[in-house]
């Protein structure tokens, strides 16, 4: 269907920008200066701000977040972080997608707060209790989303979920 096929082509050009600007920033002179020029990181503080304030309102004690779909440049993840001091699993498929995330948290000396799993999320299991599940957009337009949604409530301990959307298809 041709919404399916733009979403492709947009998530397509997503994924490379984030890889563009992911190297952009590691290999700069100043990791943390060039994250803050990134043309989204204001809208990205703003969001993930907000984010945490409402779930913390229900969940007064998050410290353990898991990320799916976290792609090379997981700014909400970063921004989270650096302001609220938690740990975070960044967790993607895409081996690239977690390897230019390890450099860039490590440019930004912060990878102390973050650990990362190359794998898919329908076959992910964990002993570990999270806080809070952050989903991707783009998790809710894949095709397998009913899967992933099912495999995540049976296979992963969690307290809330968190589904970045802007349409559900």
Do not use: G
Request: charged share 20%.
């Amino acid at each position: 269907d041709e919404v399916l096929k733009i979403n492709e082509i947009c998530a397509e050009a997503e994924y490379k920008m984030e890889v563009y600007y992911a190297n952009k920033i590691i290999n700069s002179i100043d990791p943390n200066i060039e994250l803050k020029s990134f043309i989204y990181y204001k809208n990205y503080q703003d969001l993930a701000r907000l984010e945490y304030l409402n779930l913390d309102f229900f969940n007064n004690n998050i410290k353990n977040i898991l990320f799916v779909w976290s792609w090379p440049l997981p700014l909400t993840a970063i921004v989270l972080a650096q302001k609220f001091d938690l740990k975070i699993t960044l967790l993607d498929i895409s081996k690239q997608a977690v390897e230019l995330s390890k450099d860039l948290v490590k440019s930004l000396n912060i990878e102390n707060k973050f650990e990362f799993i190359t794998w898919d999320i329908t076959k992910f299991t964990s002993n570990n209790h999270y806080d809070v599940i952050f989903l991707a957009s783009l998790v809710c337009q894949s095709t397998d989303n009913k899967i992933i949604f099912s495999h995540i409530n049976k296979s992963i301990n969690f307290n809330n979920i968190l589904v970045r959307t802007s349409s559900w298809i």
